[in-house]
């Protein structure tokens, strides 16, 4: 099964880069790498989703070294708004034909003013 | 814009009381996920349904059983509640892909508490 590790925490102030680093030592060949969001009281959100080297979006960036062992999700100039909770996680199959993912605990991001 | 919807946002029940709580989803997903998240753990899947009538155990299905009789639709059940069952609710759908990972859309969540 292809778990991962994140920071349990993390601090930044506003108008930072933030950068959260996941552990993912087992991802299988065909596995996709995906961040989500999550605000107090809501459900998850996606962010973003990647296969290999960089992906850019509105909210973020992605960045998966070749080994894909490991990978980087990047905020750009944070601002209060983005406390919350990071999540990666790989995809995992199991079962007769369904397909799931693993989350982990996430990586609870402070912006502070 | 995919929407998934429970049936409440919060609930109190007693201990041995059944228990159901229901998600509905709108964008003709195939796969339906019930998790629960409690502080500390993140989210923990519970079941999932990668189609009508077909289920499959997550990690944490002891206490729990489920039921997707329409597409739109998969309820979660708790037989017989207990206080260890309190926690947040979360139902999710996503497409089925031909890769692993499969963007899933999440409800805003129960919060259950059995007294």
């Known amino acids: 099964l292809a778990k991962t590790t994140q920071p349990i925490s993390m601090d930044s102030y506003e108008g930072q880069e933030v950068n959260i680093t996941c552990s993912h030592n087992n991802i299988a060949t065909n596995d996709y790498i995906t961040w989500y969001q999550q605000f107090p009281s809501q459900g998850p959100r996606f962010i973003i989703q990647g296969y290999k080297t960089k992906v850019t979006n509105e909210v973020a960036s992605l960045f998966i070294p070749a080994d894909r062992k490991s990978s980087t999700l990047s905020l750009p100039r944070v601002s209060l708004s983005d406390t919350a909770v990071y999540y990666c996680l790989v995809g995992d199959r199991r079962g007769t034909g369904g397909f799931k993912t693993i989350f982990g605990a996430g990586t609870r991001l402070f912006v502070k003013a | 814009d995919v929407k998934v919807t429970q049936s409440s946002r919060y609930l109190v029940k007693r201990t041995g009381e059944k228990v159901f709580l229901e998600c509905v989803q709108d964008m003709d997903h195939e796969n339906m996920f019930w998790y629960r998240q409690d502080p500390g753990l993140g989210l923990r899947l519970i079941y999932f349904?990668?189609?009508?009538?077909?289920?499959e155990k997550g990690d944490i299905p002891e206490g729990y059983s489920v039921s997707r009789e329409k597409k739109e639709r998969f309820s979660l059940i708790l037989e017989s509640a207990s206080t260890n069952q309190t926690s947040m609710y979360l139902c999710?759908?996503?497409?089925?892909?031909?890769?692993?990972?499969?963007?899933?859309?999440f409800g805003p969540g129960t919060r259950l508490t059995v007294l």
């Open positions: 999710a759908s996503s497409r089925r892909t031909s890769g692993t990972t499969d963007t899933q859309y």
């Open positions: 349904s990668y189609d009508v009538k077909m289920k």
